[in-house]
């Protein structure tokens, strides 16, 4: 059964660091992997996509890498600013499934 | 370009009343369609999905049903609400090709 974790639950960094969230999921054989952000109250909203052919995606300030082999991704955040501060999700979809497993998130603040 | 609408953003109601959310996606022919539910301080929690019309997977024996009466609306029902049933409820769609998955803004019940 794929599980999905995501280290750390919150972090707080102050404005301008680069940061790293990090995702890991049990079982290597997944079709893709996506990344989140939730704003307070808000639902989802897409970030970045990678396929399991993949290794990274960039996005802006966003880079999120897949070591599949090794069940890992992250999400790294360059120059934080303080509308970064969101929830951030991410979600496998195993091979030949329709479904999205999702992690229980990394809640981030990026202070003034 | 492709939108999902869901509605009402917020419901309170009491007990043993029914239900009824309303997912549609503009924009694009034959999606996957979700219901999530994310109960507070916890992940998401895939509730139904459907490849096609009529088609309908339950992931989670509960109080609550799925229907897909259109090929772009998707409907999640209870004939009896309970408390347990509060929570923030997601529609979603993805393309039959499994893709990028595209979430809506979220319904927050509250069952009083």
């Known amino acids: 059964k794929q599980e999905v974790t995501q280290i750390p639950a919150a972090l707080s960094v102050p404005e301008g660091e680069n940061l790293v969230l990090n995702c890991s999921f049990t079982d290597s054989a997944i079709y893709n992997l996506q990344w989140f952000r939730q704003d307070p109250g808000k639902g989802l909203t897409s970030l970045l996509l990678i396929q399991s052919s993949q290794r990274e995606q960039t996005s802006g300030r966003l880079n999120a890498s897949l070591d599949k082999s090794s069940g890992r991704s992250t999400l790294y955040i360059a120059a934080s600013q303080p509308g970064d501060s969101a929830t951030y999700l991410c979600?496998?979809?195993?091979?030949?499934?329709?479904?999205?497993?999702f992690g229980s998130g990394t809640r981030l603040l990026v202070r003034p | 370009s492709q939108t999902i609408h869901q509605w009402p953003a917020t419901l309170v109601q009491p007990v043993g009343s029914p239900l009824s959310l309303e997912c549609t996606v503009e924009?694009?022919?034959?999606?996957?369609l979700y219901w999530y539910r994310q109960a507070a301080g916890r992940g998401l929690q895939l509730l139904f999905y459907?490849?096609?019309?009529?088609?309908i997977s339950s992931e989670v024996p509960q109080n609550l049903s799925a229907s897909r009466p259109q090929d772009r609306q998707f409907i999640l029902s209870s004939k009896k609400l309970l408390l347990s049933d509060s929570g923030f409820y997601l529609c979603?769609?993805?393309?039959?090709?499994?893709?990028?998955?595209?979430f809506g803004q979220g319904t927050r019940l509250t069952v009083v």
């Open positions: 979600a496998v979809r195993p091979s030949g499934s329709y479904k999205l497993i």
């Open positions: 459907s490849v096609g019309i009529g088609q």
């Open positions: 979603a769609w993805s393309s039959t090709e499994n893709t990028e998955a595209f």
């Open positions: 924009g694009t022919s034959n999606p996957n």
